[in-house]
């Protein structure tokens, strides 16, 4: 290709109508009979014939561009109705597989002790209020929280009355079974021990004290412990678990 | 649809790409895009692949109506005719020395071979054409919109003259003075 940016704006149009095909006759057999003898013309009209198309195939390609555009954006939402049908149902196997993995793991995982802890562990129902002095409010107070399952509550405020009354029987005994309740397992030993080792004779919740100790230790995995406070605790439900442990 | 129908449909989409008829060549472009696409996807091609091969080998059907190189046959529809150019294009893109090293092609068709003579002289043609394209795409607005309008929707000059508030001398001038602007821009594209 040859530089045809000098050529006339006669000449050129010459070239143009030869090219569109708009040429007259006449004029058209003159233009022919000169491209025949000069070459160099003749490469020159061809250049011009090269750039027409040009104009022409990215004119076309431009409105292409815009039919192309249309295609993908038909397709967006399909591929977005596609993704997010896959989204959903891969959430709903994603649910599925933790619910069957907790499931399996809490399953396999608890120990037949475990399972009778848990089918036979119900916190004890509390007290009503019967009392008029200040600290006997305040302890009163604290069932008022453990009645409404506020287990942190109840254990905040029994535990001020407990450091000024470390051997109260009662207090130690309530306190076991909110940390009980709380799933506070650890805590609740020591203070149902301490509750058993220093309780008065008549002390009403001894026999509960035995039961609850006796299931605390059944859900600590310590069977003889388990069955010896459940033994002491002398009541049909503490016979039934017994008869539900391993010999 | 019969034959005659089917003939009839041809000459109706004939005229459509002699005249640019937006709506129907839209509407043909659009039909016959996805069947190219699975086959350029289906060998090694990608979906940027398909969109270039697709609109070159639209471009090369439009041309051929246009210079009235494609005579509608009962047994031949502009669709196959377009498919089979889409076909032989990725073809040789997939032949060319960088894709014959590392992909093979899995096409149960084979495909005439061409003159390689007569395939130097296209090829070198082609470059010349994809330059000029590559120079008019990238000149300023008001010429590219007043040559789009005289050489791609063939509007005459009075008529563009009209639209455009001037005298027809006026548009004449420009026109002249846009396409010198064109040849500079061309030549002033690197060889590559």
């Known amino acids: ?247 | 649809m019969g034959q005659a129908n089917k003939l009839e449909h041809q000459i109706k989409m004939i005229d459509a790409f002699k005249g640019n008829d937006t709506i129907a060549l839209k509407e043909f472009y659009i039909s016959n895009y996805k069947k190219i696409e699975v086959l350029i996807l289906k060998n090694s091609g990608n979906l940027s692949d398909a969109k270039h091969i697709y609109q070159e080998a639209f471009i090369t059907v439009w041309n051929n109506i246009r210079n009235d190189a494609f005579t509608p046959a009962n047994n031949s529809t502009l669709s196959d005719y377009l498919y089979t150019i889409a076909k032989n294009k990725w073809m040789d893109t997939v032949r060319s020395n960088q894709y014959k090293k590392t992909k093979v092609l899995k096409s149960e068709h084979t495909l005439s071979i061409k003159n390689e003579g007569d395939k130097t002289v296209i090829e070198l043609e082609d470059k010349k054409i994809s330059k000029a394209m590559e120079a008019f795409k990238n000149l300023g607005q008001p010429c590219k919109q007043l040559l789009t309008t005289f050489y791609f929707d063939k509007k005459l000059l009075q008529d563009i003259a009209t639209e455009l508030i001037l005298d027809e001398t006026s548009v004449r001038n420009k026109k002249f003075h846009c396409m010198k602007k064109l040849v500079d821009n061309v030549f002033s594209i690197k060889k590559p």
């Open chain 1, 1 to 247: 290709m040859k530089d045809n940016s000098n050529i006339s704006q006669e000449i050129f149009e010459a070239i143009e109508r030869y090219i569109n095909g708009t040429m007259e006759p006449s004029e058209l057999k003159d233009f022919k009979d000169y491209l025949k003898i000069d070459a160099e013309f003749k490469s020159q009209v061809k250049d011009y014939r090269i750039i027409i198309q040009g104009v022409k195939n990215q004119s076309l390609k431009e409105e292409l561009n815009t039919f192309h555009d249309e295609i993908i954006k038909s397709e967006i939402p399909k591929a977005a109705l596609k993704k997010a049908r896959y989204l959903f149902i891969s959430k709903i196997a994603a649910m599925a597989a933790i619910i069957v993995a907790i499931g399996s793991i809490w399953f396999f995982s608890s120990s037949p002790n475990q399972k009778i802890y848990a089918n036979y562990f119900k916190p004890y129902p509390g007290l009503t209020a019967t009392m008029s002095d200040t600290e006997n409010l305040d302890f009163y107070d604290a069932m008022v929280y453990y009645k409404q399952k506020k287990y942190d509550l109840a254990i905040e405020k029994w535990q001020v009355l407990s450091n000024k009354k470390p051997d109260n029987d009662t207090l130690n005994y309530f306190l076991g079974i909110a940390y009980m309740a709380n799933k506070n397992v650890d805590k609740a030993i020591p203070l149902l021990q301490k509750t058993i080792e220093t309780s008065h004779s008549g002390f009403s919740f001894i026999y509960d004290a035995y039961y609850y100790l006796g299931l605390a230790y059944l859900k600590e995995g310590d069977i003889n412990l388990a069955k010896k406070y459940l033994t002491l605790s002398n009541t049909n439900i503490s016979k039934e678990i017994i008869l539900e442990l391993p010999n």
